[in-house]
């Protein structure tokens, strides 16, 4: 019922920024929270940042003072900006979204966008 769909990645070099956008769509009676995770291979999922329809937000150590969240509540879209990014930096980006639909409270995960940092 609902879907996510990311865009913003791609080849950058250290030092250099990306903005990565998720725009969900389908029943969506109200949106709880949203956020980004990222996996690198042979790693497990981690949180990268969260934010709640009230404002609040979350990073992970590795990000704060160089990522930024936000969100646009009218178009059901979290955006992250990140800047200064490491070679570290590297791995598969996911956005995730918390939603009221029909019915009931669901979590649902975007396709995944690749961010790779390298000279």
């Known amino acids: 019922q609902v879907q996510l769909v990311e865009s913003g990645g791609g080849l950058v070099q250290p030092g250099g920024s990306l903005r990565l956008s998720c725009a969900a769509s389908g029943s969506i009676f109200s949106i709880y929270a949203m956020g980004w995770y990222r996996q690198a291979p042979g790693k497990q999922r981690d949180l990268v940042a969260t934010i709640t329809s009230g404002g609040p937000t979350n990073y992970a150590d590795s990000v704060k003072g160089r990522f930024a969240i936000s969100r646009d509540n009218a178009k059901n879209t979290v955006n992250l900006q990140m800047n200064s990014l490491k070679p570290e930096d590297t791995a598969v980006y996911y956005c995730?979204?918390?939603?009221?639909?029909?019915?009931?409270?669901?979590?649902?995960w975007g396709q995944g966008t690749q961010v790779t940092v390298s000279s």
């Open positions: 995730i979204t918390t939603v009221r639909t029909p019915g009931k409270i669901e979590s649902y």
